[in-house]
Structure formats: C-alpha cells, structure tokens
C-alpha cells in the first residue's frame, strides 16, 4: 500500500468537514479534482470511505475504522517534517516569509536590507500573496512567517503577534491636492477616489467604514496593482484612499501624502507556526521586524484618535492588500 501524506490529508479534513466545497477551498483545488484524488484514495485502500448522496456527506463504517489511525499518521508525518524543515532551515540560513503586496511594497525590503547586513549569508524567500493564502502556505510548510492583516481568531495550531496599526490617507498629485482633512465618509465620497477591488482586505475595510456612516463607497476606479494606482494618481486620474505605507512618495514621484483626522486603521500582524519559535533564526526575524515596525510605524495621533477597525476573518479567499 502506498498512500501519500496528502491523501491521508483529504481524507481527514472531508472526513472533519463532511463538505466537498469547503474542502476544496482548503486545499486550494477544485470539487471534481478533490473527487477524483478521493477516488484514487478509495482505490489505494480498497474500501469506501465516505458515502453521498446528493444532500449529505458521511463516513462510511470502513472510514470511521480508520479515521483515528489516519490522524495519528498525519501527526507524525506533520512532527517529522516540522523537525526536518526546522533543521534544515537552521542549517542553511534561510527563511522564508509571505506577506501582502502592500507589506512587501514597504516592510519587506526594509526587513531583507536588515537582515542582510546583520547575517551577509541568510537566504530570504519571498511569497507575494493573498491573506488567506499566506495563512495557508504557513500550514503547509512553505514559508516560515506570514505577514497578514487577516486575523484568524480559529488559528490554535499558529501564533499570532500584532506589529503595528497604520491608518489610512490620501494619496495625491500636487493637482489634485484634496480639501478634506478630516475622517468624514460624506466628504471623502465627494473625490474621485481610487481604491482596491471588491474582496480585497483594503477595500473591505473600507466599505465597512463607510456603511458604519451610511455613505455608499464608489471609487471612479477599483485597481488591485500598486504600480498602477501610483500611474494613476501621478497622472491625475484620481485620488487614491489606501493604508499609509501602500505607496512610498519619497520615490515614487510625483505622489504626495495627505493624512486625514480620525481616519480608520488596519491591525498588520505575524503568524508562525506552533513550535517554531525555538528557532534561533525565526527569533531573529521577528526582533527584526518588531524594531522595524517601531521605527516606520510609530503611533500617530493625527487630532484624535485613529478609529481602529479589524479585518473581518469573513474577508474573501481572494483578499489582498
């Protein structure tokens, strides 16, 4: 019998799910290839494991048998590759880190720059992902640390610390410098605002901010690439409304930073897994990115109090930003 971990895998979670949709969420694929992997799992082991019908989802008698020496496999496949992964990575001087196009517009390079001049010879990966996903790649091992503004109050097997809160702004031409200084919905609706896409944990933020003062939210524009909204505002083609760190004036000419009074902030934050910190290089990331979070996003009181509004873990599997 030759059963792969990731089989042993499918099976638990449809077994803890009894949902093929949701469990081809989880594992990034789609129902018909989730189906046909538990077909070959079905195969490998001679049984039927679950039985459906068009409304239900259950196991099988042969699949609850099973079902407890399957997770016990999958433990200590998942011990065994946590402690080969960690030497491994120790061993070679190399992290690896997912965080969202915002973060690695701004923290991440500040943090590779660090890092380098304190350990010339770390090896840094970089992921270039979406909130959820960056989660995800944490679970499987494919990266080290995920830097996230998504808050995943069910992550028992993750550890969480929160680095820094960074309010929203204006970002402009020096034609198109915005009158409004304050936090008002009523107001900001009135400039032609650029924002991200539908879905994305900056727009939702933002759409909740602005149904909190009953003001509908529509920008002339919904872009999802920083470069591109940066193109745009340099050509006056609106006003764009993002977390302050999104874009960076200081090199991309021609954009000019206005702050708003009272403007809402996002909660950005660190995952690593269970156990990891035992890691001496994981430890010095974190302290890395902790001074660096102190430094570039000290608290600021722009005439009050930011409003602070979490993430939502309702945020769509295709959230960035």
């Given amino acids: 019998m030759n059963l792969t971990p990731r089989q042993l895998r499918i099976f638990v ?12 969420e989880i594992l990034h694929v789609t129902q018909p290839t989730l189906s046909k992997l538990l077909k070959d799992t079905e195969e490998t082991l001679g049984i039927k494991l679950f039985e ?17 020496i399957a997770r016990r496999l999958m433990t200590q496949h998942e011990k065994g590759m946590h402690e080969l992964t960690q ?18 517009a701004s923290l991440v390079p500040l943090l590779i720059g660090c890092l380098a001049s304190k ?15 960056a989660l995800q790649l944490l679970r499987d091992r494919q990266v080290d640390i995920a830097i996230t503004t998504l808050r995943d109050e069910d992550a028992s097997d993750l550890v969480y610390e929160e680095l820094f809160a960074e309010p929203f702004a204006l970002f402009h031409s020096a034609q198109m410098k915005p009158d409004v200084r304050h936090w008002i919905p009523a107001k900001l609706a009135r400039l032609p605002l650029i924002s991200m896409p539908p879905g994305t944990s900056v ?12 003001e509908p939210f529509n920008p002339v524009y919904s872009l999802r690439d920083l470069n591109t909204i940066a193109r745009f505002v340099q050509h ?5 409304l993002l977390p302050e760190s999104s874009l960076d004036n200081s090199t991309q000419r021609g954009v ?14 660190v995952y690593v897994r269970q156990g990891d910190l035992r890691s001496p290089l994981l430890r010095l990331v974190l ?14 009181e722009h005439g009050g109090k930011p409003m602070r509004i979490e993430p939502s873990a309702a945020v769509s599997d295709d959230s960035r930003a």
């Fill in 52 to 68: 459906r019908t068009t409304r239900s989802v259950r196991l099988s008698r042969e699949g609850q048998h099973i079902l407890g």
């Fill in 119 to 133: 350990q010339p010879r770390i090896e840094v990966e970089f992921f270039d992902s979406i909130a959820s996903e």
């Fill in 87 to 104: 030497r491994l990575r120790d061993r070679n001087n190399r992290v690896s880190v997912a965080a969202l196009p915002t973060l690695a």
């Fill in 287 to 300: 302290s890395e990115l902790r001074l660096l979070s102190r430094a570039h996003h000290p608290p600021k």
């Fill in 256 to 269: 000019r930073k206005s702050h708003l009074h009272g403007a809402i902030s996002r909660s950005v934050g």
């Fill in 203 to 214: 727009r939702s933020l933002t759409d909740r901010a602005f149904q909190a003062a009953s």
């Fill in 236 to 240: 006056n083609c609106g006003i764009a």
């Fill in 13 to 24: 979670l449809l077994a803890e799910t009894l949902n093929f949709q949701r469990a081809a």
